[in-house]
């Protein structure tokens, strides 16, 4: 069965500051994905992983995935409070079958 | 703006109500899904539909039952539901029924956040 495990769940950062959340998934998948969802609010797509060695940047987020190792990181640079939210890794097993981690909930404060 | 549509945004329902819920969309996207989600918990997959037949059911109960009238709409119907089942249901869509052939991620609606008392 399939798991997808984030870490930290909770992240609480001063602005101005970085910091990594990681992602691991238990079985082979070819696609990684990063979400972000304010409060009360749907699921916003921030990147689509596609191989090995993947890197995506936008603005103060950047992340990579390592389908060896099974782990995707989603880098925080110079957090700040607008970033506030929790942020979900996904894959997808057997076409568009696609499963969440935990998600992370992200407090950057000032 | 999302581009995928659901009504109501907020529902609020007794247990022995019947009520539905819409998902629209009009990208031409052949693959629609069902999650629901729990407070604080990440959203958990329910339903997939690919070019209208339904292709994933996650041992979801018959209280909940999904309609897929043609490609751009999907519904869940809902009926003796029980407290548990309050949440905050996604639509989301897909342009193949593949999501490993294709460079996108899924497109979510905004929710209908559900209540039943």
């Known amino acids: 069965e399939l798991k997808v495990e984030q870490n930290p769940l909770f992240l609480s950062m001063q602005e101005g500051k970085n910091y990594t959340i990681y992602c691991n998934y238990s079985t082979t998948s070819d696609r990684l994905y990063w979400y972000r969802q304010d409060p009360g609010k749907s699921l916003e797509s921030l990147f689509v992983?596609?191989?090995?060695?993947a890197v995506k940047q936008e603005g103060r987020l950047m992340a990579s995935l390592d389908t060896k190792a099974r782990l995707s990181t989603l880098h925080i640079t110079a957090a700040v409070h607008d970033l506030s939210a929790t942020y979900f890794c996904?894959?997808?097993?057997?076409?568009?079958?696609?499963?969440f981690g935990a998600g992370t909930r992200l407090t950057v404060k000032p | 703006d999302t581009e995928v549509t659901q009504t109501p945004k907020h529902l609020v329902m007794g247990m022995t109500n019947k009520k539905s819920l819409k998902c629209e969309q009009h990208?031409?996207?052949?693959?629609m899904y069902w999650y629901k989600q729990k407070a604080k918990k990440p959203p958990e997959l329910m339903f997939v539909?690919?070019?209208?037949?339904?292709?994933i059911n996650e041992s979801v109960p018959s209280r909940f039952s999904p309609e897929c009238p043609n490609s751009s709409l999907l519904n869940l119907h809902l009926h003796a539901l029980q407290p548990e089942d309050s949440a905050l249901y996604l639509c989301?869509?897909?342009?193949?029924?593949?999501?490993?052939?294709?460079?996108?991620?899924?497109?979510f609606g905004n929710g209908t956040r559900l209540t039943v008392t």
């Open positions: 996904a894959v997808t097993i057997n076409n568009n079958d696609m499963r």
């Open positions: 992983l596609l191989s090995n060695g």
């Open positions: 539909y690919s070019y209208e037949k339904l292709s």
């Open positions: 990208m031409g996207h052949r693959a």
């Open positions: 989301a869509s897909s342009p193949t029924d593949s999501l490993s052939s294709y460079n996108s991620p899924l497109h």
